[in-house]
Structure formats: C-alpha cells, structure tokens
C-alpha cells in the first residue's frame, strides 16, 4: 500500500540487533520533547484522541500519558504481586503500546536504569512497557495518566485463536515481570490511581460541532 501524503519526513531506523530495548532508545533523529508510543497494532485511536493526549502529556511531561491501562495488585492480600487487566477505576501502569512520554526517561531508560532490567525485557522479549512504569514512578513519584475512556486499541481479527489460553500464560509473565523488577529496583515505585483525563464537554449531550474534540471513542 502507498503512504498517505505527510507533511514532515519519515524516517525508519533499521536496528543492529532485535533487541525489545530497542524501543526506548534515545536515537539521535527524535528531536522533539515528546515520544509518542505506538504499537503497529494499534489501529482503533482516532487523530482526536492522540491530538487530547499529547495535550494532556503537554501539561504533565513528567508523566507517562497513555490510553491502555492496567494495574498490581497482591494475590490474596500475600505480598505476591500480579499483573491484571481487568476494567477497573484503578490505574498503576499505562502501557506504552499507545502512550507519550518525554524523550528524557528513553536516555534513563537506556543509560541510567538498572542493566539488569534492560537484560531481563530483551531476554524475555517482553515488560518493557512495565519496565518504563517503574522507571517513570520510580524517578517521579508519580502515577501514570490515562486518558479517554477507550479500552479497546486492536483490530478484532487481529485476536489469536487460543487467546484464553495465551492470556493466562501472558498474565503469569507479566506478573514475573513486575516481581522480578520490584526485587532489581529495591522497591514497588509503582503509584495507583482514580484519575482520568477526558475533554471538557466530553459527554455533554451538546451538538458534536461545539466539542474541540469530536471524535473520542467510548469503548
């Protein structure tokens, strides 16, 4: 398929290796502040969404501002920590699947964090959004922001066959994950939260045409 016409160049960094770390680099082509996120399976934001997000991170560029949510929690009130996804009014972790962030904590991200953190994300091919969490908590002290209400990001056929199975084994590494970094970093940075950002007049029942951001899914 063609590109559609843009009005600032595209550039595509091809990697020396295959490394998930790859993601946070602070490649010398970013010369903007911000970072915006973005899994290629992403495709259910609309340009109103992103355009409120980085808003939103404009006022809080300390913070990782995102759409996916998800939060720890302990199992059973033991001090064993598990990854969960469920709908809920809390959020600890923004995923970066789809998120902003300053392009500073990419340079923390590959200089400053533990290496071991680093090593553990590339061997595991996986955490590194949660990695970024702890990071950003961890030198903040501050909760992630999610904005919209949107819980949905991925095209339906996009959805594995077995995916009860393949999430109870992607929930259990997830849950490793943070285990693994509460123990490198020393401590849980993690901050939860009840706080969304959604648009002013979001959901007044006022014509669409009066909303700055019309187009702002709900699900």
């Known amino acids: 398929s063609e590109w559609p016409e843009l009005t600032k160049p595209v550039k595509v960094i091809e990697t020396k290796a295959n490394k998930l770390s790859n993601r946070f680099f602070p490649y010398n082509e970013i010369e903007t502040e911000a970072i915006f996120s973005l899994d290629d399976d992403i495709v259910m934001l609309t340009a109103d969404e992103i355009q409120f997000a980085f808003e939103v991170w404009s006022e809080y560029p300390d913070r990782l501002v995102g759409f996916p949510g998800r939060l720890h929690t302990s199992s059973n009130g033991s001090s064993q920590l598990k990854y969960e996804s469920e709908w809920l009014n809390d959020v600890s972790i923004v995923l970066t699947g789809a998120a902003f962030h300053h392009k500073y904590f990419s ?16 061997k595991h091919m996986n955490c590194e959004d949660i990695a970024m969490n702890f990071l950003v908590a961890n030198y903040t002290g ?9 819980k949905r990001f991925k095209c339906p056929e996009c959805a594995n066959g077995d995916a009860l199975g393949a999430n109870k084994v992607h929930f259990m590494k997830r849950s490793e994950c943070i285990q693994e970094f509460v123990k490198v970093f020393g401590n849980l940075p993690l901050k939860t939260t009840e706080f969304r950002a959604d648009p002013i007049l979001y959901q007044d029942d ?7 951001f019309k187009y702002v899914g709900t699900i």
């Open 142 to 150: 501050k909760a992630p922001i999610k904005v919209t209400p949107r």
């Open 206 to 212: 006022i014509p669409a045409g009066l909303k700055r």
């Open 107 to 122: 340079h923390v991200f590959t200089y400053m964090m533990p290496a071991a953190v680093r090593k553990w994300v590339d």
